[in-house]
């Protein structure tokens, strides 16, 4: 591998240490939060603010050119404050806030307290909806901005997820890219026990969408993953990232069904992070 992608690399690994240290920190600060749904988003979401793919301006976070990322399943919101903050949007200092009466970091995104959140999401399967407005946005204004939106894999039984999809295809929205983080478990139990999704990339290529299936924490695949869906004309694109809920903390990934919305304990934090090596 060349030196500059190495560094590349190097950089990018460092950063998504770091935001997953801050997802565990604010969460247990708080005593409440999805840290498991969010540390598995980690290398997705890197790449997509730092790796090249989004163009965004944290002085201006409402430039109408910027791209779009719009966090279906709210209840990441610990994530996505992470990498925000990580980017520049806001102190980092302030995700000590998270879920504090006042803060602007609530329990769910909310788009009119917060730079750089583009949709207040949280009620499940409208988060691919608003992601088409924003993208059919860019057509009427002649502008060439895109629009990328993050669902979870329970989230995607929802049928308003079925219909944007549908909807997506037939209109040939190409500046639309639709990422699932599959970590195979939502609240109560694994997706598959309760409505299984697989294979997941063949239903959506159905619905006239070009489709992806990807190592969810391959820094490698996601950026391939990236390039691929600039690429793509005429189409949606979807990139079925398969991940780990609870990626890099072991009390967390060993029994992933069991700490669904449940922050780390104080006295488990230290070795929390520990292993994550921030």
């Known amino acids: 591998m060349p030196q500059a992608r190495t560094e590349e690399r190097s950089a990018k690994e460092q950063i998504a240490r770091q935001i997953r240290r801050n997802i565990v920190t604010s969460t247990t600060a708080a005593g409440s939060g999805h840290p498991s749904t969010s540390l598995s988003m980690v290398e997705v979401i890197t790449q997509l603010f730092f790796g090249g793919v989004m163009r965004y301006d944290?002085?201006?976070?409402h430039n109408r050119e910027r791209d779009r990322f719009v966090l279906s399943k709210g209840h990441g919101a610990p994530g996505l404050y992470a990498?925000?903050?990580?980017?520049?949007?806001?102190?980092?200092?302030?995700?000590?806030t998270l879920r504090k009466l006042g803060s602007p970091l609530e329990g769910h995104p909310n788009m009119a307290r917060l730079p750089g959140v583009e949709a207040s999401t949280g009620s499940l399967g409208q988060g691919l909806s608003m992601g088409i407005g924003h993208a059919l946005g860019a057509r009427l204004d002649g502008l060439d901005y895109r629009v990328y939106v993050m669902t979870g894999d329970g989230e995607m039984e929802e049928g308003q997820v079925w219909e944007a999809i549908m909807y997506a295809g037939n209109h040939g929205i190409d500046?639309?890219?639709?990422?699932?983080?599959h970590n195979k478990y939502q609240q109560t139990a694994a997706v598959d026990e309760i409505q299984p999704l697989d294979p997941l990339d063949d239903k959506i290529k159905q619905f006239k969408w070009e489709t992806t299936s990807i190592d969810g924490h391959s820094f490698d695949e996601v950026?391939?993953?990236?390039?691929?869906a600039v690429g793509i004309k005429g189409a949606p694109q979807a990139i079925v990232a398969n991940t780990v809920k609870g990626k890099g903390v072991s009390l967390l990934d060993s029994e992933p069904g069991k700490w669904h919305g449940k922050p780390i304990?104080?006295?488990e934090e230290a070795k929390a992070l520990e292993e994550i090596g921030a």
């Open 58 to 61: 944290v002085k201006d976070p």
């Open 175 to 181: 500046n639309l890219t639709l990422i699932v983080d």
């Open 83 to 96: 990498v925000l903050a990580e980017a520049g949007f806001f102190p980092v200092e302030d995700l000590a």
């Open 223 to 228: 950026e391939k993953a990236f390039d691929w």
């Open 265 to 267: 304990p104080p006295e």
